[in-house]
């Protein structure tokens, strides 16, 4: 998406900067929240079999369980940040909303990560529609959220693959 973008040579010329920095920083929450859903959907079952959470009757599989946490775990932090960007910002010069916006658009690796991880939510998306009923809100906006991951995890991936991430050492 962030390609899609008008990029000016300067950041001061950016057009639609708000509009840039809600879209990375939104698309960030969804990753980051899927990512801590993830973490809580894992240890759940865990904690009920050390007694630790009341067990619930009959149980949820782990798939679902997982799905539905990630899926909570993107909305909360997709609300928290859409709150938290103007707090952030709050009071701060077009110029300020221009340059990160700009910086955003102009790295490279930036733009990249954004087009994996919006093809990853995409599949996420059309796995949840192509699964029909029965997934409620959580199960789609989780589907979309680990979109959003594997899409982080083939970027990272794709870049070691390549080589791009690697160090080069010094010359002597």
Do not use: C
């Not at 840039?20 to 240890?43: N, P, Q």
């Not at 997709?78 to 009071?91: D, E, F, N």
Request: glycine residues 16%.
């Amino acid at each position: 998406m962030s390609r899609f973008w008008p990029h000016t040579p300067y950041a001061e010329d950016q057009p639609l900067s708000h509009a840039i920095l809600y879209t990375h920083v939104l698309t960030r929450a969804v990753t980051v929240g899927s990512l801590a859903g993830a973490g809580i959907g894992v240890s759940l079952p865990l904690l009920r079999a050390l007694n630790v959470l009341k067990p619930r009757i009959p149980p949820l599989p782990l798939a679902t369980t997982l799905l539905r946490s990630v899926g909570v775990g993107s909305v909360v932090a997709t609300g928290i940040l859409a709150v938290g960007l103007p707090a952030r910002m709050w009071g701060r010069e077009e110029i300020e909303w221009q340059d990160r916006s700009w910086r955003l658009l102009e790295n490279k690796g930036q733009v990249a990560l954004d087009d994996w991880t919006y093809s990853g939510m995409a599949l996420g998306l059309g796995a949840a529609i192509a699964r029909g009923k029965g997934l409620g809100w959580r199960g789609v906006a989780g589907s979309v959220g680990a979109g959003s991951i594997a899409g982080m995890m083939g970027y990272t991936g794709s870049g070691y693959l390549t080589g791009k991430g690697q160090k080069k050492e010094a010359e002597p």
